[in-house]
């Protein structure tokens, strides 16, 4: 049992949200409740405005539950101060959005070497080495000096998932990787997301629209109406 527990990354106990105001405030989260483990990959399905993305934000410490509890890595996060919550988004959790949010005045490799930087526990040349390891493992390793403007949208987005692996975080948190992407696309990114994160074991949830991705994780939990059912 203890084995079990500690592979538990991630894990949150009836959590609630409301957005909104007046009568137009609606209950957006309904004591939700999930845990994720090490090595696994997790997708959350649902219509549009059922609260995944919701959920995805708060697990990944963007916004506060109004009840409930978030642990990551064992530590109780749901009541912690935003310096508290910077350092542990920072140190444990990665993130890759739809839209990959690239500095386009950098380059690829700048670009992956700026969660390193913010972190600060690597020297430059160990920076440089680790974003260099890491576009290679993309398939970008001949791209490292290329602006994310000259990147096609199927590379850019591979960026963002090196620049989401970049401080080896436990926890990578995906909201519609593949919505932006064509199919061709959109396979090469979640394999390479997926391999990259059971390589490192890391647990994986991510929000999709898309069946034949959710078919391939390892579970798949269906929202409707702010729970899981």
């Known amino acids: 049992m203890a084995d079990a527990l500690n592979h538990i990354v ?4 009836g959590l609630h949200r409301h957005l909104g105001v007046g009568e137009g405030r609606v209950h957006v989260l309904n004591g939700v409740s999930f845990e994720a ?16 993305s919701t959920l995805l934000y708060l697990l ?10 978030i642990w990551i890595n064992g530590r109780l996060m749901s009541h912690s101060t935003d310096e508290e919550r910077t350092a542990v988004r920072g140190e444990h959790i990665g993130f ?10 950098f380059t690829a490799l700048e670009n992956v070497m700026m969660p390193m930087r913010k972190l600060g526990r690597l020297t430059e040349a160990q920076m440089d080495d680790r974003g260099r390891t890491l576009l290679s493992s993309v398939g970008l390793g001949d791209k490292t000096h290329r602006l994310a403007t000259e990147l ?20 990578i948190l995906a909201d519609e990787p593949t919505g932006n992407l064509d199919q061709r696309n959109s396979t090469m990114v979640f394999d390479l997301l997926t391999r990259l994160a059971k390589e490192n074991d890391q647990a994986v949830i991510l929000v999709t629209h898309n069946p034949e991705i959710a078919h391939r994780c390892d579970q798949v939990r269906t929202m409707r109406d702010g729970e899981f059912v």
């Open 60 to 69: 990944g410490l963007l916004d506060h539950p109004e009840q409930g509890e």
């Open 96 to 105: 890759v959005f739809q839209f990959h949010f690239l500095m386009t005045e």
């Open 10 to 13: 991630l894990r949150c106990q």
């Open 152 to 171: 096609s949208g199927g590379e850019q987005q591979r960026v963002a998932i090196a620049r989401a692996l970049a401080n080896q975080p436990a926890i």
């Open 37 to 52: 483990r090490r090595g696994e990959v997790y997708a959350i399905v649902g219509p549009s405005g059922c609260g995944k």
